[in-house]
C-alpha cells in the first residue's frame, strides 16, 4: 500500500525531535571569537590544538595567518592591535609553542597592548605529569600578562573568553593568556556567549578626581614654565585629539615620549619633539626647568627622566594622568594625581580651563617661549650629509619626504635605525609610529608590518631596521608572500649591532666585543629567494631613486639594502646613570 505525501509529512511530524548539537570545546572557541568581531588570527599549529584548527577549517569569517615562528604570531598580532586600536589574536601549541611566544608576550605587556593569545595544553589528566610538550603556561605567563586563565572545564570556556576580551581592552590594556587543555577543547557543552560581563574584582576607574582635575586646572593657569608630557597611554586611550586641544588652548609647550609620538602633530610649533635618553635638547631642557608638569599616560621611565635625583634636583610641580594607579609615584613623588581614563580626563580638563575663561600669564609665557627658543638654536638634530657615504638619517628624512602625504605606517625594530626613525620621521598623526619600547625587542619590525598591512591593505608600511634586527625574525618573509602583504623594508646595514657597538665606543673604551657582523648574507638574494624584490643601495644619490622605485611596486614586498656609514652615532645621548640635562649633543662631546 501507498503512503500519500501527506500521511509521510504527518509521520515524521510525530517522531521526537532530535536534540540539537552540541558544539564541542573548539566550536565554541571559534563561535566566541566570532562574537568578538574577530578578522585575523595569527597562529601556528601542533598537537594539543589540532581540534581548535579543525574547528577553524570549517568556518570562513575568520582568516588565520600561519607564520614561520611563534614568536612572529604574537608580534604580528600586537603590531594589528597597534595600529588598529583592536584586540589582537593569536594562537599557538603547548609546550614549545608557548615559550616561543613567551618574547612576544613580554613585548605587548610592557608596552599595554590589548592582546588575547590562546594556548594549547595537554589533556587535563596529563597536567602535571611531564607529558609530552607539556609546559607550566600559566606559571610561565603570569609576570608578563595582565591575567591568565586555565580552562578545566569546557562549560566555562565561553565566559572565559569574554573575560579574557574585556580584560584585555578596559583599564590600562594588556595581553591574556586563555590556556586551553586539548581534552577540553573535544568536549561538548551547550554555547551561550554573555553580551556584558561584570568582574567584581576587576573594575577600572575611567572617571577622574573632580577635584583633583580642578586642583589641576588651578596650577596650570597659575604656571609661568608650563609643560605637557605625553606617552603612549594617550595613543592606547585615543586622546590625541583632547591634547592638542588642550595644548593649543593653553599654548604650552608638548612633548611625546618615544610610545607617544604622534599623539602631537610633529609639524606642529608647540611640539618640541620627543625627550628622553635620545631626545631633543630642548625638550630635555624643558622638561627639567619647568615650574608646572603635566604628565598624561607616561610613567617617568628611566629613558625618559635619567637618574631620579637628577630630576628631583629642580623644584616643580607635578600632576599625572594615568588609568593604572600603580603607574603614579612609582619613580617621581607627584602632587595632583588623577586616575582615570586619559581621554575622558582631559575632556573634563579641557571643559574646565574653558570655564575659567583665564589663560595663562602672557608675559611669562612670551619668556617661557623665548628660553625655550634659545634652546632651539641648538639645532641639536642637526648632522653633516655626505655625497660619498650615506647617512642613515638622511634615509629616514627622504623616506618622510617621499610619504608624508601618503597613508603610511613606519615599524621599527630595536636599535639606532630606531631612534632615527624616531627623530627624523616627522610623525604627524597618532598610532602610525610602531615599536617596541618597554621590552626593546629585536626582531619585530617583520611580524609588526605583517599583521598592520592586513589591517590596512591601502596603507604604505614600511618596516626600517638593521642587519641585525631583520634577521630574528627574516623567515617571515615567507609569510609575507603565501598571504600577500607587501609591505617594504628598509635595512640601515652598516655591518655593526650599532646601539651596541656605539656604547661600546662611548663608555668601554672602544672595545668592540662581538657586535660586528662579518659573516651577513646576500640581503637582495635572500629576498628574491623568498619571492620577493631585493634592491642594494651603497651612494647617497641611489637612496630617493631606490625609495621611490619600492613605493611604485605597490603589490611586491620590497627589500632595501641600505649600506650606511658604519661610524654614525645617535644624538643627542644621555649616558646611564646621567640626568636629562646631561647630553652628548655629538662625537666633539666625547
Same mark, same amino acid.
Given at each position: 500500500?501507498e503512503?500519500?505525501?501527506?500521511?509521510?509529512?504527518?509521520a515524521?511530524?510525530?517522531?521526537?525531535?532530535?536534540?540539537?548539537?552540541?558544539?564541542n570545546?573548539?566550536e565554541?572557541?571559534v563561535?566566541?571569537?566570532?562574537?568578538? &568581531?574577530?578578522?585575523?588570527?595569527?597562529?601556528?599549529p601542533?598537537?594539543a590544538v589540532?581540534?581548535?584548527?579543525?574547528?577553524l577549517?570549517?568556518q570562513?569569517s575568520?582568516e588565520?595567518?600561519?607564520?614561520?615562528?611563534?614568536?612572529?604570531?604574537i608580534?604580528?598580532?600586537?603590531?594589528?592591535?597597534?595600529?588598529?586600536?583592536?584586540v589582537?589574536?593569536?594562537?599557538?601549541?603547548?609546550?614549545?609553542?608557548?615559550t616561543n611566544?613567551?618574547?612576544?608576550?613580554?613585548?605587548?605587556? $610592557?608596552?599595554?597592548?590589548?592582546m588575547?593569545?590562546?594556548?594549547?595544553?595537554?589533556?587535563?589528566?596529563?597536567i602535571?605529569l611531564?607529558?609530552?610538550?607539556?609546559?607550566d603556561?600559566?606559571?610561565?605567563?603570569?609576570?608578563i600578562?595582565?591575567?591568565n586563565?586555565?580552562?578545566?572545564?569546557?562549560?566555562?570556556?565561553?565566559?572565559?573568553?569574554?573575560k579574557?576580551?574585556?580584560?584585555?581592552?578596559? !583599564?590600562?590594556p594588556?595581553?591574556?593568556?586563555?590556556?586551553?587543555p586539548?581534552?577540553?577543547?573535544?568536549?561538548?557543552?551547550?554555547?551561550?556567549?554573555p553580551?556584558r560581563?561584570?568582574?567584581?574584582?576587576?573594575n577600572?576607574? #575611567?572617571?577622574g578626581? &573632580? &577635584?583633583?582635575?580642578?586642583k589641576?586646572?588651578?596650577l596650570?593657569?597659575?604656571? #609661568?614654565?608650563?609643560?605637557?608630557?605625553? !606617552?603612549?597611554?594617550?595613543?592606547?586611550?585615543?586622546?590625541?585629539?583632547?591634547?592638542?586641544?588642550?595644548?593649543?588652548?593653553?599654548?604650552?609647550?608638548?612633548?611625546?615620549?618615544?610610545?607617544?609620538?604622534?599623539?602631537?602633530?610633529?609639524?606642529?610649533?608647540?611640539?618640541?619633539?620627543?625627550?628622553? $635618553?635620545?631626545?631633543?635638547?630642548?625638550?630635555n631642557?624643558?622638561?627639567?626647568?619647568?615650574d608646572?608638569?603635566l604628565?598624561?599616560?607616561?610613567?617617568?621611565?628611566?629613558?625618559?627622566?635619567?637618574?631620579?635625583?637628577?630630576?628631583?634636583?629642580?623644584e616643580?610641580k607635578?600632576?599625572?594622568?594615568?588609568?593604572?594607579?600603580?603607574?603614579?609615584?612609582?619613580?617621581? #613623588?607627584?602632587?595632583?594625581?588623577?586616575?582615570?581614563?586619559?581621554?575622558?580626563?582631559?575632556?573634563?580638563?579641557?571643559?574646565?580651563?574653558?570655564?575659567?575663561?583665564?589663560?595663562?600669564?602672557?608675559k611669562?609665557?612670551?619668556a617661557w617661549?623665548?628660553q625655550? +627658543?634659545?634652546w632651539?638654536k641648538?639645532?641639536?638634530?642637526?648632522? #653633516?650629509?655626505?655625497k660619498?657615504?650615506?647617512?642613515?638619517?638622511?634615509?629616514?628624512?627622504?623616506?618622510?619626504?617621499?610619504?608624508?602625504?601618503?597613508?603610511?605606517?613606519?615599524?621599527s625594530?630595536?636599535?639606532?635605525?630606531?631612534?632615527?626613525?624616531?627623530?627624523?620621521?616627522?610623525?604627524d598623526?597618532?598610532?602610525?609610529?610602531?615599536?617596541?619600547?618597554?621590552?626593546?625587542?629585536?626582531?619585530?619590525?617583520l611580524p609588526?608590518? $605583517?599583521?598592520?598591512?592586513?589591517?590596512?591593505?591601502?596603507?604604505?608600511?614600511?618596516?626600517?631596521?638593521?642587519? !641585525?634586527?631583520?634577521?630574528?625574525?627574516?623567515?617571515?618573509?615567507?609569510?609575507?608572500?603565501q598571504y600577500?602583504?607587501?609591505?617594504?623594508?628598509?635595512s640601515? +646595514?652598516?655591518?655593526?649591532l650599532?646601539?651596541?657597538?656605539?656604547?661600546q665606543?662611548?663608555?668601554?673604551?672602544?672595545?668592540?666585543?662581538h657586535s660586528?657582523m662579518?659573516?651577513l648574507?646576500?640581503?637582495v638574494?635572500?629576498?628574491?629567494a623568498?619571492?620577493?624584490?631585493?634592491?642594494?643601495?651603497?651612494?647617497?644619490?641611489?637612496?630617493?631613486?631606490?625609495?621611490?622605485?619600492a613605493?611604485?611596486?605597490?603589490?611586491?614586498?620590497?627589500?632595501?639594502?641600505?649600506?650606511?656609514d658604519p661610524?654614525?652615532?645617535?644624538?643627542?645621548?644621555?649616558q646611564?646613570?646621567k640626568?636629562?640635562?646631561?647630553?652628548l649633543l !655629538?662625537?666633539?662631546?666625547?
Amino acid at each position: 500500500m501507498e503512503i500519500s505525501p501527506a500521511e509521510v509529512k504527518r509521520a515524521a511530524s510525530a517522531q521526537p525531535p532530535t536534540p540539537p548539537h552540541e558544539p564541542n570545546g573548539s566550536e565554541i572557541l571559534v563561535r566566541c571569537l566570532q562574537a568578538e &568581531g574577530v578578522r585575523f588570527l595569527w597562529g601556528y599549529p601542533g598537537g594539543a590544538v589540532l581540534y581548535i584548527y579543525d574547528a577553524l577549517y570549517k568556518q570562513q569569517s575568520i582568516e588565520h595567518v600561519l607564520v614561520r615562528h611563534e614568536q612572529a604570531a604574537i608580534h604580528a598580532a600586537d603590531g594589528y592591535a597597534r595600529a588598529t586600536g583592536e584586540v589582537g589574536v593569536a594562537l599557538v601549541t603547548s609546550g614549545p609553542g608557548v615559550t616561543n611566544a613567551v618574547t612576544g608576550i613580554a613585548t605587548a605587556y $610592557m608596552d599595554s597592548i590589548p592582546m588575547v593569545i590562546i594556548t594549547g595544553q595537554v589533556p587535563t589528566p596529563a597536567i602535571g605529569l611531564d607529558a609530552f610538550q607539556e609546559c607550566d603556561t600559566v606559571g610561565i605567563t603570569r609576570p608578563i600578562v595582565k591575567h591568565n586563565f586555565l580552562v578545566k572545564d569546557v562549560r566555562d570556556l565561553a565566559i572565559t573568553i569574554k573575560k579574557a576580551f574585556h580584560i584585555a581592552r578596559t !583599564g590600562r590594556p594588556g595581553p591574556v593568556v586563555v590556556d586551553i587543555p586539548k581534552d577540553v577543547s573535544l568536549h561538548t557543552a551547550p554555547f551561550h556567549y554573555p553580551e556584558r560581563i561584570e568582574m567584581r574584582s576587576y573594575n577600572p576607574v #575611567k572617571k577622574g578626581h &573632580g &577635584g583633583q582635575i580642578r586642583k589641576a586646572v588651578a596650577l596650570l593657569l597659575a604656571a #609661568k614654565r608650563p609643560y605637557i608630557y605625553t !606617552g603612549g597611554g594617550v595613543i592606547l586611550g585615543n586622546a590625541a585629539a583632547e591634547l592638542r586641544e588642550l595644548v593649543d588652548l593653553l599654548g604650552v609647550p608638548c612633548t611625546n615620549t618615544l610610545m607617544g609620538l604622534g599623539a602631537m602633530s610633529a609639524m606642529d610649533p608647540k611640539f618640541l619633539g620627543m625627550l628622553g $635618553m635620545h631626545g631633543t635638547f630642548e625638550a630635555n631642557m624643558t622638561m627639567q626647568h619647568c615650574d608646572v608638569l603635566l604628565a598624561v599616560g607616561a610613567r617617568f621611565d628611566d629613558r625618559v627622566i635619567g637618574n631620579p635625583k637628577h630630576f628631583a634636583s629642580v623644584e616643580r610641580k607635578i600632576v599625572h594622568i594615568d588609568i593604572d594607579p600603580s603607574s603614579i609615584s612609582k619613580r617621581v #613623588k607627584v602632587d595632583i594625581p588623577i586616575v582615570g581614563d586619559v581621554k575622558d580626563v582631559l575632556q573634563e580638563l579641557i571643559a574646565q580651563v574653558r570655564e575659567a575663561q583665564v589663560k595663562p600669564d602672557v608675559k611669562a609665557m612670551s619668556a617661557w617661549w623665548g628660553q625655550i +627658543n634659545e634652546w632651539r638654536k641648538r639645532e641639536c638634530l642637526a648632522y #653633516k650629509n655626505s655625497k660619498d657615504v650615506i647617512k642613515p638619517q638622511y634615509v629616514v628624512e627622504t623616506l618622510w619626504e617621499l610619504t608624508k602625504d601618503r597613508d603610511t605606517y613606519i615599524t621599527s625594530d630595536v636599535g639606532q635605525h630606531q631612534m632615527w626613525a624616531a627623530q627624523y620621521y616627522r610623525f604627524d598623526e597618532p598610532r602610525r609610529w610602531i615599536n617596541s619600547g618597554g621590552l626593546g625587542t629585536m626582531g619585530v619590525g617583520l611580524p609588526y608590518a $605583517m599583521g598592520i598591512k592586513l589591517a590596512k591593505p591601502d596603507a604604505d608600511v614600511f618596516c626600517i631596521t638593521g642587519e !641585525g634586527s631583520i634577521q630574528m625574525c627574516l623567515q617571515e618573509l615567507s609569510t609575507c608572500l603565501q598571504y600577500k602583504t607587501p609591505v617594504k623594508i628598509v635595512s640601515l +646595514n652598516n655591518r655593526y649591532l650599532g646601539m651596541v657597538r656605539q656604547w661600546q665606543q662611548i663608555d668601554y673604551g672602544g672595545r668592540y666585543s662581538h657586535s660586528y657582523m662579518d659573516a651577513l648574507p646576500d640581503f637582495v638574494k635572500l629576498a628574491e629567494a623568498y619571492g620577493h624584490v631585493g634592491l642594494l643601495v651603497e651612494k647617497p644619490s641611489d637612496v630617493e631613486p631606490a625609495l621611490r622605485e619600492a613605493i611604485k611596486l605597490k603589490d611586491r614586498t620590497v627589500f632595501l639594502d641600505v649600506r650606511t656609514d658604519p661610524t654614525e652615532n645617535v644624538w643627542p645621548m644621555v649616558q646611564a646613570g646621567k640626568g636629562i640635562t646631561e647630553m652628548l649633543l !655629538g662625537s666633539e662631546d666625547l
